[in-house]
């Protein structure tokens, strides 16, 4: 057996909000590589929104299944479905934090200093879930999967997130100099979290590239401290990289359109998951501080439209820009 990784972000653009980075592990049959798993598993699982009367999970890169303002269904199926095959049981918003260790779990308690909430729009905030999907619609799905998962000898092992505040981003900007460093070492460092979780065996890795860099040997070296780093591969399309880490072999791609691979795709809709469910306490915060404030998504000109709207309530509650506004 071996095992497949993919990773991917959502929020990398916006001014406000997280940045979330996901990674999704699967164990496969070794014939079995990235670019296979669909057609390993396409019973049970699509890459497109599900047609009227087709049963099968969609999971694809999540533009495909959700655009600003729609609904969350296309995601939340895929999410949570395969959080409850990993025996995850989510019931309310404030479930979905605790399956995840570390910096997801952790973001939404975060506190400044003073005691309080350095993010207040999460204080006390909750909601039932699924919040787009029926129940029973979700359980056919979980035991449809399960079942199709099991015939091909696949496991889904492992689900994490990053999830960087406005603050730690930052700070981060601070450290590193760059928006990229921050996403390529927060992505690289979630990823190696997942596999050493994982049982002895070789990993195939697929990363959608990290905006224009081309080059990750220097940041695999840094973040994994491998015994030996190979450069198969170092194009603007595609890297490749072997690595020895940890008494076993991976190979590290970053693809462009790395949702094409399944893992990837399961990545890049939980990441993107994740920070529509934030954003939606993030708003509904600042409804209750600015009446009739339109909403945001948080990116580009509408973040700034919304940060004009709540400028007097911001003062007002005494919440410093850098909780609230990602400066790159």
Known sequence: MRFLLGTDEAGYGPNLGPLVVAASAWQVPRKVAAEKLYDCLGEVICREQSKDGDQRLAIADSKQLYHSGASLG??????????????????????VWSCFAGDAQSSIGATNGRGDSAEPWH????????????????????ALVADGCRSRQVSFLGLEAAVVSPRKFNDALADYGNKAE??????????????????PGDVQAVCDKHG????????LQHVFEADWIVVRQETPELGVYDLQYAGR?????????GERMLP???????????????????????????????PTAGYST???????????AQKKLKIADRDLWREK
């Open 74 to 95: 296309g995601l939340e199926r895929g999410v949570l479905a395969m959080l409850t095959l990993l025996g995850r049981q989510i019931a309310a918003w404030r479930d």
């Open 123 to 142: 204080d006390g905030y909750d909601e039932p879930l699924p919040v787009a999907v029926a129940a029973d619609e979700l359980a056919r799905t979980v």
């Open 182 to 199: 921050v996403l390529s070492l927060t992505t690289l460092r979630l990823a190696r979290k997942l596999i050493d979780a994982l049982p």
């Open 212 to 219: 224009g860099r081309s080059y990750y040997a220097a940041l």
């Open 249 to 257: 072999t991976i190979e590290f791609r970053f693809l462009v359109q």
């Open 264 to 294: 990837t795709a399961h990545a890049s809709m939980t990441a993107k998951y994740l920070r529509e469910l934030s954003m939606r306490a993030f708003n509904a915060f600042w409804q209750q501080h600015v009446p009739g404030l339109k």
């Open 302 to 312: 509408d973040s700034r439209r919304f940060r004009t709207d709540i400028r007097a």
